[in-house]
T-cell receptor
């Protein structure tokens, strides 16, 4: 089955700086790669996703890149703000409506 | 649109009792619902996939006789934790997929926190 690794497990950045979180996956058949933000005790919130037919997607301060050959994808957050502090999970699935395999999570702390 | 609810939001029960958790899609029909479990400071782990009108598909290591899943309609799936024990204490989250959404995105419920004493 699919295996998703995520690094780093914790990340602290100064407010205004950029944050990068990286994930690798094992199943070359995976085509859908979402990123979720989870605040304590809350449901995961989809912040951005990318499908295998594109290499990069951007939404304001958030961007995701995908390298299918190397089987890794990354989340980039620019101009970080205190409200970006949360746990971020990457995931992979065959399609968006298929079961998700989650990474281990990254606790991002933005230092004011 | 695409709202998923769960009930209850939290539950405390005694060891050995059974607990039922409901997952509802409020404004769409969910062809597939997924049940995940999340232990403190850990990731979400898929427990099972349920399709309306058919038996759930359980992930390896998940006891199907302990975690009973019923997907009786296109808007409701239930997870029953039978003979709950303290090690079953966790955050249970469902997600639902809608065939109506061309984006093919899953929508997560708010989660149910279970504490077994």
């Amino acid at each position: 089955g699919e295996n998703v690794e995520q690094h780093p497990s914790t990340l602290s950045v100064q407010e205004g700086d950029s944050a990068v979180i990286k994930c690798t996956y094992s199943d070359s058949a995976s085509n859908y790669f979402p990123w979720y933000k989870q605040e304590l005790g809350k449901r995961p919130q989809l912040i951005i996703d990318i499908r295998s037919n594109v290499g990069e997607k951007k939404d304001q301060r958030i961007a995701v890149t995908l390298n299918k050959t190397a089987k890794h994808f990354s989340l980039h957050i620019t101009e970080t703000q205190p409200e970006d502090s949360a746990v971020y999970f990457c995931a992979a699935s065959l399609f968006g409506n298929e079961k998700l395999t989650f990474g281990t999570g990254t606790r991002l702390t933005i230092i004011p | 649109g695409a709202v998923v609810s769960q009930h209850p939001s939290w539950v405390i029960c005694k060891s050995g009792t059974s607990v039922k958790i409901e997952c509802r899609s409020l404004d769409f029909q969910a062809t597939t619902m997924f049940w995940y479990r999340q232990f403190p400071k850990q990731s979400l782990m898929l427990m099972a996939t349920s399709n309306e009108g058919s038996k759930a598909t359980y992930e390896q290591g998940v006891e199907k006789d302990k975690f009973l899943i019923n997907h009786a309609s296109l808007t409701l799936s239930t997870l029953t934790v039978t003979s709950a024990h303290p090690e079953d204490s966790s955050f249970y989250i469902c997600s639902a997929d809608t065939a109506e959404d061309l984006q093919e995105t899953q929508y997560f419920g708010p989660g149910t926190r279970l504490l077994v004493l």
